[in-house]
Antibody, heavy 126, light 107 residues
């Protein structure tokens, strides 16, 4: 069973930066981390799901939500089965639980998000 | 970006009743739509992808249909474990936007 484990969350002041990491393991059926598109999805306290950013298998396609464009950078290290989110110029409205997530099917960007981590909490406050 | 709108916001039902949840896209997403279930303190769980394809292990009481801009998730006979929040998501184009959710709670 695929496991996604996020880390790097915490309390940070407005305007500061934070880097989230996600470690992936448990791939089966001949698939590996590099075969899947990956995503960051966040959930503000008591609110719904918000797609933050996505990255294709070889990092050739990267897209951000308008709310984070120019401030957040997604990246991946396929050799180390890791996904990252570098967040700068943080604002109070960036507070929330950040989920690392993975495309359902390998070699696809059209099969939904099939695996989710438990999330790492980011709190932006002075 | 494509805006996803779910209705109703809250659906109050009793166990055994049928639940019908709707999701509308501001532009056609063809069949590129997923449904998720989220319970308190848990990450979302994929239920449906490709508008109507059940995820592995999903009970048969869950079904979904639709294409283009109108989609429906149906739970044929609600079980106690089905009371949760349900989200639709389009992945026709990135950003893969979510609807605001429908909460299915006890009447």
């Amino acid at each position: 069973e695929v496991q996604l484990v996020e880390s790097g969350g915490g309390l940070v002041q407005p305007g500061r930066s934070l880097r989230l990491s996600c470690s992936a393991s448990g791939f089966t059926y001949g698939f590996t981390f590099e075969d899947f598109a990956m995503y960051w999805v966040r959930q503000r306290p008591g609110k719904g799901l918000e797609w933050v950013s996505g990255i294709s298998r070889n990092s050739g396609k990267i897209v951000y939500a308008d709310s984070v464009k120019g401030r957040f950078t997604i990246s991946r290290d396929n050799a180390n089965k890791s996904l990252y989110l570098h967040m700068t110029s943080l604002m109070t409205e960036d507070t929330g639980l950040y989920f690392c997530s993975k495309e359902t099917l390998g070699y696809s960007e059209t099969s939904g998000i099939g695996h989710w981590g438990q999330g790492t909490l980011v709190t932006v406050s002075s | 970006e494509i805006v996803m709108t779910q209705s109703p916001a809250i659906l109050s039902l009793s166990p055994g009743e049928r639940a019908t949840l709707s999701c509308r896209a501001s532009h056609s997403v063809r069949g590129n739509l997923a449904w998720y279930q989220q319970k308190p303190g848990q990450p979302p769980r994929l239920l449906i992808f490709g508008a109507s394809n059940r995820a592995t292990g999903l009970p048969a009481r869950f079904s979904a249909s639709g294409s283009g801009t109108e989609f429906t998730l149906t739970i044929a006979s609600l079980q106690s474990e089905d009371f949760a929040i349900y989200y639709c998501q389009q992945y026709h184009e990135w950003p893969g936007t979510f609807g605001q959710g429908t909460k299915v709670d006890f009447k």
